[in-house]
């Protein structure tokens, strides 16, 4: 059987579409649905449903995705690898948001580039949940860190940290709104106060919004950045209050740059996976720096 056959399937399963797969193989949608075709003539059976948005694949595409996957993926590593089989060194290529990879992930991953005889070569790229899972999926990232849990079986998620999140604001707006307005209130205590926000949509502050006081905020964004380390400097210098994970605020907190506007009981947390290609735990690269992670993150919460 072509191997490159079975790589063209193997990324057309994992991205749900003949035309994701041949932008992520840099080949011709016809390239793509003549190469599977052939595949499926060779083995007598249809490997996807062709739907109006996407494939599904059949039972036997499942079956062959199980079985072919976890070796291509190891053919990959062996050529990025090379063949000097006296180099320790192996590269590591992790994806996910800029905000948490920066200040979490990769300062707790730095020191398996030691010199101890296994070292890892990083490589971090970032991303919203969306385009890092199809990144992994389609072998460009070893492990992912998302918010989002993948369906499906060729991506494998463990269950990483806790967020938690907490409304902020410049000690001068929190002199102005209380704690008491806030619960009295809620949504309609914004609706003359300015949001620093990640979009217009108000993602963050929506959500705690939605948890705390079970209602929308009536605000628009007073100033809007893709960063949430912008976020939280544009807060500091009273641009208006935010919702920020508390990691990324707490030492702005404790110098009193920033004061939180309320203590919740339960206060909105959101969750992050460790994703791999199943079966590619098996990698000692890719396992190390998982297990590395996990244990790091017992020490963040």
Excluded at 33 to 40: A, C, D, F, G, V
Excluded at 85 to 98: F, K, M, N
Excluded at 173 to 186: E, H, Q, T, V, Y
């Amino acid at each position: 059987m072509d191997l490159a056959l079975l790589r063209t399937f193997v990324t057309v399963h994992r991205a749900g579409s003949f035309t994701r797969a041949a932008a992520l193989l840099g080949l011709s949608q016809p390239a793509v649905t003549s190469q599977i075709r052939t595949l499926e003539r060779q083995l007598g059976r249809p490997l996807f449903l062709r739907q109006a948005r996407g494939v599904t694949p059949t039972t036997m595409g499942d079956e062959l995705a199980h079985k072919a996957a976890p070796h291509l993926d190891a053919l990959v590593e062996i050529a990025e690898a090379g063949i000097d089989e006296d180099s320790s060194v192996r590269t590591l290529h992790l994806a996910g948001p800029p905000e948490f990879t920066a200040e979490r992930a990769l300062p707790s991953l730095t020191s398996l580039a030691g010199g101890d005889g296994q070292r890892i070569a990083l490589r971090a790229s970032f991303g919203n949940a969306e385009e890092v899972l199809e990144g992994l999926a389609a072998g460009h990232h070893d492990l992912a860190i998302t918010t989002a849990r993948p369906r499906g079986a060729l991506l494998t998620a463990t269950p990483l940290c806790d967020e938690e999140h907490v409304l902020v604001a410049a000690p001068r707006w929190a002199s102005l709104i209380g704690p008491g307005k806030l619960r009295r209130k809620g949504a309609l205590t914004v609706e003359n106060l300015p949001v620093v926000e990640v979009h217009e949509s108000l993602p963050f502050v929506s959500r705690y919004w939605a948890a705390v006081f079970d209602s929308r905020p009536a605000a628009a964004g007073a100033v809007i950045v893709p960063d949430l380390r912008a976020v939280l400097a544009c807060v500091v210098q009273g641009a208006g209050l935010a919702v920020l994970p508390r990691y990324l605020c707490a030492s702005a907190l404790e110098r009193g740059e920033i004061a939180a506007l309320l203590d919740p009981a339960v206060p909105p947390l959101r969750t992050y996976f460790l994703v791999v290609r199943t079966g590619t735990l098996a990698m000692p690269p890719v396992a190390r720096a998982h297990e590395w992670l996990l244990r790091a993150a017992v020490g963040w919460t």
